[in-house]
């Protein structure tokens, strides 16, 4: 295979469900092709998702002829259970990540459900290929490291320069279409005011968004989010109509901020 450009893929797309018991946290885990600089083919995966989703996850890269050893670099965007929890299923791959977000992470906010103190102890297990990249870092030719911090203290993106235009694939620097939309992020863990710019920072990039969790989209200038395609989600176990099942309609953006955020420090 001959790429003119780097190529983008969901391999699963990214959901915003939720419950009154709890997240679902189906992230978008999506995989960038492209040529290094001696011609030679690559694979990124930028997130991995958590281990309730790792047989989907398994037979999405056998769909597409790959399997876990295809992946040379495995990009986490941040360190939160929900991106990161699959890291481990990748043995020859380079993790890539944030220095802010690797230094966080052995110290995370009592009040940071998101990064519990057990993601210290997994990363500290593959230390030996963690590589920090930080604001313009290249990957491979025509794939950058954004920097987007805000919604965790080294909350990165990556840039792709493919033959349709810049994707931005923004883990939860932009969780969905309403995020973009109304220029706030909907869970901060980190600093409010850094997120909100980080917002407006890829959006001035992208031509293409690809969140953290929802389908990928172009934003019009009207506010219009234009999705690549539709959702294809089937729950199982339940059924319209069952007793006790409330099916409740988008409420639009409901920010929630960490309590305790004003008390974030990064540990020496």
């Known amino acids: 295979m001959r790429l003119s450009s780097p190529d983008v893929e969901i391999v699963l797309d990214g959901y915003r469900l939720g419950s009154d018991q709890g997240s679902v946290a189906f992230c978008a885990i999506t995989l960038v092709e492209g040529l290094d600089d001696h011609g030679e083919l690559k694979r ?10 790792r047989s989907a996850l398994d037979a999405a890269l056998r769909q597409r002829g790959l399997t876990r050893d295809s992946i040379d670099t495995v990009v986490c965007t941040h360190a939160h259970w929900d991106h990161i929890e699959n890291v481990d299923i990748f043995p020859r791959a380079e993790i890539a990540l ?18 519990p103190e057990w993601i210290d102890d997994m990363l500290a297990r593959y230390e030996d290929r963690i590589r920090t990249v930080t604001e313009g870092t290249v990957l491979l030719p025509g794939v950058e490291i954004v920097s987007a911090p805000g919604h965790s203290a080294g909350t990165i993106a990556v840039a ?11 883990g939860d620097s932009i969780q969905n279409a309403t995020v973009a939309r109304e220029g706030r992020n909907a869970l901060v863990f980190w600093n409010n005011e850094q997120a909100t710019k980080s917002i407006s920072k890829l959006l001035a990039i992208g031509d293409i968004i690809y969140p953290g969790h929802d389908l990928p989209f172009r934003l019009h200038a009207d506010g219009r989010a234009e999705y690549l395609h539709d959702m294809e989600l089937t729950l199982t176990g339940v059924e319209a109509g069952q007793p006790g099942l409330t099916l409740q ?5 409901q920010q929630t901020i960490m309590p305790g955020i004003e008390e974030q420090r990064l540990p020496d």
Do not use: W
Not at 44 to 53: A, E, F, P, Q, W
Not at 161 to 169: E, F, L, S
């Open 44 to 53: 990124i995966l930028v997130d991995t998702g958590h281990t309730g989703r």
């Open 98 to 115: 944030h220095p802010d977000e690797r230094r966080y992470v052995r110290r995370p906010h009592r009040n940071d459900v998101a990064c």
């Open 160 to 170: 792709v320069a493919t033959r349709d235009g810049i994707a931005v694939i923004a």
């Open 249 to 253: 309609p988008d409420l639009g953006l």
